[in-house]
């Protein structure tokens, strides 16, 4: 069997081809060199039929996710759903759109039912078998909290995976601990002097699991395919607690156009609001380099939920401190610096 | 069936759940006009043979080209590339250097020795074709494919028309020409050289044809009245350029001026410094904006050593002196005279002032139109007189090689309709593929090959090639910097993008089909569609 981790970085870089290097596919190369997303074979983990809203970010990204980790572990996982969207709209009972072994337990316990997938599969023998946990983001920065610290600190052999779309959605889009700033949710509305959700508050997911040392932190975007798939097959060669947050647009909570999916993605990249970065051990080794640099303000005026930023001077200032917070991921993620050399 | 504790329902598949219900916008593949396509006027299907060249299937690619356009050595060499012009890709970082591929394709096909497919039954009717320039070759070589038996009939010592008699060989080398001619030849073409049409009626009696194409081309050079003493040296550019073919290279002294502000004054004057002139003036009486040709010419004989002398009409010529009058624009930018003359030493005048057609051919067929020196046609290419058809510079048109030949293939295509009793449909036209049909993202930066540009030094004095080609790695290069505007390239982009899985991949060289049971209408893969091949329609709800 081919080296996994080898394969993904080939398709990360096809600079002979004009076409085909942003692409999904690309029928001037081999299979082997094509993405798991372009292959007719596709596990396709998550199937036709589940009742995500048009254009949903989480379905696209849970998908892409688990095609990838079904190639790297060549099928044998096993998957636990903390309860969000992604498990609502997936498993309304006795429907599943799920084509891999997948468990739910509660809200918040992902984590830890998922390191006892791990162990189970450890005892009986059965190794190869390896665990995978998902959850949005309220289940993942909010409830699910402390499991997920644990699972990092007892550095246990599980790939946890946050699809971040910014709030509680199904449940009728509440704020969570990474909504960002300024954004309306029912829970923060749109109104009074500091409309929508206040600034200095929230976490950062993507830091806290880098400072917990553990092997593997990453973050990416349903924009780019590539990095995302090389991301999780990389994250399945090592053993050990890894976490990757993956953005993910989601037209009903952020009241974006059902079809600007995977371009807010891009633009959440290019103005520097999500940096695209990878850690290893608590150190921070690389970051994807932003490509046609674009103002926060691009990225955030198709959501209805900033819409309040772009109507007074007072929205103009406080689009100024959302720049501000770009520009600060730009300087420390290294974002608009030229790309090294791998060695 | 035996449930587990506490189970009383069988699991089923999201699959039952038909997602479809829910869409009120349907997505669906297109293919649209590519804006080369549509710029061609020969007609090619550039993005189609472009997209067998991104893959290195370059004989593929030539029997694509092939079917519209039977001469790619010699467009990859003389067509000024309207498509290059009309390239969504400038908009990215350069156009695409599809007349640099073209050749490419041309030379591979000369080398390689790759021919044409022989028609497949013969329909028993027989075409003259007077001329064999470039639209009389191209309509030979449509009409004998289709399978009529074609005579061309040429009033010149060998076929090629001004491809050979008035393109000087530092663009055209007279081999590749021979090569591409030999090829429509080998289809079964007759061509019969040194046999002017005197009486086109007679001749088509005589040889039993059932339509006649005419393509005689513009030979006669235009002159001008200019005074001139008996010892001065006037002759004009179409002259000049056809007797470069002859044995004896005509003289013109060191010093030579050319006359006039189209593409053959500029052949001129580069033909004259090649042949020996240290200087080569061209005068023309508007401006460098206002020239008729094509400013890379006029940038490549700057390059040359060749001079300019705008605002400037030749009122006489004597001996060694010509006299100049100073013109200037007036607000509609026509010029003007201002009665400043000056005079300018010149050994030879060479007149660039357009050309004429020679319509003798003609004399006493009834039906026909003339105007302004052109035969008149209709939207089939036919003239007055039923079952003659016409095309190339003989009618109205902008006179290029690569309109002449498109006037060929389209004529061919009336011509077969009329003798089997029809008319020709051109099929529709499908919407064109602009830029903002494409999303620029998933193109990768990828600037043009620059074809190897001989010195302009060694230029002046030689008639060797001046552009060079592309090897095969920058013409594969170069061929997939092609955008595949409005065509599906197979990217994947949709079938990998669909959050519902409800794109279905048919494996290469079939494309996609959207799985309408499940597909919510989101419109993700049309506007990830990098090339615009998916559009999304209103449900009737």
């Given at each position: 069997m081919t080296d996994p981790t080898a394969t993904a970085a080939a398709t990360q870089k096809l600079p002979f081809y004009q076409k085909g290097t942003f692409t999904v596919g690309n029928r001037l190369v081999s299979d082997g060199e094509r993405s798991v997303q372009a292959?007719?074979?596709?596990?396709?983990?998550?199937?036709?039929?589940?009742?995500?809203?048009?254009?949903?970010g989480e379905a696209l990204g849970a998908r892409y996710a688990m095609d990838a980790a079904m190639r790297a572990t060549g099928g044998n996982l096993i998957a636990v759903n903390a309860t969000g969207c992604l498990e609502v709209f997936t498993t309304p009972y006795p429907e599943t759109s799920w084509q891999i072994p997948w468990l739910h337990s509660l809200f918040g316990n992902a984590a830890a039912v998922a390191t006892g997938v791990a162990a189970a599969m450890r005892v009986k023998g059965r190794p190869e078998v390896r665990a995978i946990a998902q959850g949005g983001d309220g289940g993942t920065t909010d409830i699910g909290f402390g499991c997920l610290s644990g699972m990092f600190e007892r550095n246990d052999d599980v790939l946890y995976i946050c699809y971040d779309n910014e709030g509680y959605m199904n449940t009728g889009v509440q704020r969570s601990s990474a909504t960002p700033p300024t954004a309306r949710t029912a829970t923060t509305p749109a109104i009074g002097p500091e409309p929508g959700n206040v600034f200095g508050t929230g976490k950062n997911l993507p830091k806290i699991a880098v400072a917990h040392g553990i092997p593997y932190v990453a973050t990416a975007t349903v924009a780019d395919l590539h990095d995302l798939e090389r991301k999780v097959m990389k994250a399945m060669g090592i053993h050990g607690a890894r976490y990757i947050h993956i953005h993910v647009p989601c037209p009903l909570g952020w009241g974006s156009a059902s079809h600007d999916t995977v371009r807010l993605a891009r633009l959440a990249v290019e103005s520097g609001l999500f940096p695209v970065f990878e850690a290893e051990y608590g150190i921070v080794t690389s970051s994807r380099k932003i490509r046609r640099p674009v103002p926060v303000a691009e990225y955030l005026k198709p959501q209805r939920r900033f819409a309040h930023l772009f109507k007074d001077a007072a929205g103009s200032q406080r689009l100024a401190r959302l720049q501000a917070i770009a520009d600060r991921n730009i300087t420390e993620f290294k974002l608009l610096e030229p790309e090294e050399e791998a060695g | 069936m035996k449930h587990p504790f506490a189970v009383t329902l069988d699991s089923g598949s999201s699959l039952a759940n038909l997602t479809g219900s829910w869409r009120t916008m349907r997505p669906v593949y297109v293919d649209r006009l590519p804006p080369c396509n549509h710029a061609c006027p020969a007609g090619e299907n550039i993005q189609a043979w472009l997209y067998h060249a991104e893959s290195g299937d370059y004989e593929s690619a030539w029997h694509v080209l092939t079917k519209d356009n039977p001469m790619p050595a010699v467009m990859g060499r003389v067509?000024?590339?309207?498509c290059e012009g009309a390239c969504n890709r400038a908009q990215v970082d350069e156009t695409v250097g599809i007349n640099s591929v073209e050749r490419f394709l041309g030379d591979e096909a000369i080398k390689r020795n790759w021919r044409f497919t022989p028609p497949e039954a013969e329909s028993g009717k027989r075409v003259l074709v007077v001329g064999a320039g470039p639209s009389g070759l191209s309509a030979a070589y449509h009409l004998r494919r289709i399978g009529h038996g074609v005579a061309i009939h040429d009033a010149g010592p060998a076929a090629g028309g001004m491809m050979r008699f008035g393109i000087p060989k530092y663009r055209l080398p007279r081999e590749v020409l021979d090569a591409e001619i030999k090829r429509i030849l080998d289809l079964g073409v007759e061509l019969k050289l040194n046999a002017k049409v005197d009486n086109i009626l007679e001749t088509m009696k005589a040889g039993r044809f059932n339509a006649a194409f005419l393509a005689?081309?513009?030979h006669i050079g235009k002159r001008s009245y200019i005074p001139a003493g008996s010892a001065a040296k006037v002759l004009d550019a179409v002259t000049l350029l056809r007797s470069m073919e002859g044995e004896d290279k005509p003289l013109l002294g060191r010093r030579v001026v050319v006359y006039g502000g189209g593409n053959t004054a500029i052949d001129a004057a580069r033909t004259a410094r090649r042949l020996g002139a240290t200087e080569a003036i061209i005068v023309y009486r508007r401006t460098r904006d206002r020239m008729p040709a094509h400013d890379f010419e006029v940038e490549e004989a700057l390059e040359e050593g060749i001079m300019m002398k705008w605002l400037s009409t030749i009122k006489r010529m004597d001996e060694g002196v010509l006299t100049v009058e100073k013109m200037q624009l007036d607000e509609k930018g026509f010029p003007q005279p201002t009665g400043e003359f000056e005079t300018l030493e010149a050994e030879s005048l060479v007149l660039a002032l357009g050309q004429d057609v020679d319509l003798s051919l003609l004399d006493g067929v009834p039906g026909l139109q003339i105007k302004d020196g052109v035969v008149q046609i209709d939207a089939n290419m036919m003239t007055g007189h039923t079952g003659i058809f016409a095309g190339g510079d003989m009618v109205p048109s902008e006179r290029t090689v690569t309109v002449a030949v498109g006037h060929g293939k389209k004529a061919a295509l009336h011509i077969d309709a009329w003798l089997c009793g029809a008319a020709h449909a051109p099929a529709e036209k499908h919407e064109l593929a602009s830029f903002d049909k494409l999303n620029s993202w998933y193109y990768a930066d990828a600037p043009k090959t620059v074809r190897p540009m001989l010195e302009g030094v060694r230029r002046q004095n030689t008639f060797e090639e001046i552009q060079g080609g592309l090897d095969e790695t920058n013409a594969l290069y170069e061929a997939r910097r092609c955008l595949s505007c409005g065509n599906c390239f197979e990217c994947d982009n949709c079938y990998g993008v669909c959050p519902d899985n409800a794109v279905i991949k048919l494996g290469p060289g079939n494309r996609f089909r959207f799985n309408y049971d499940y597909c919510k209408g989101c419109a993700l893969c049309a506007t990830e569609c990098p090339c615009g091949a998916i559009k999304m329609v209103p449900e009737s709800i």
């Open positions: 292959s007719i074979d596709r596990s396709n983990a998550l199937t036709c039929g589940h009742r995500a809203c048009q254009g949903c | 067509c000024y590339h309207p005689v081309g513009a």
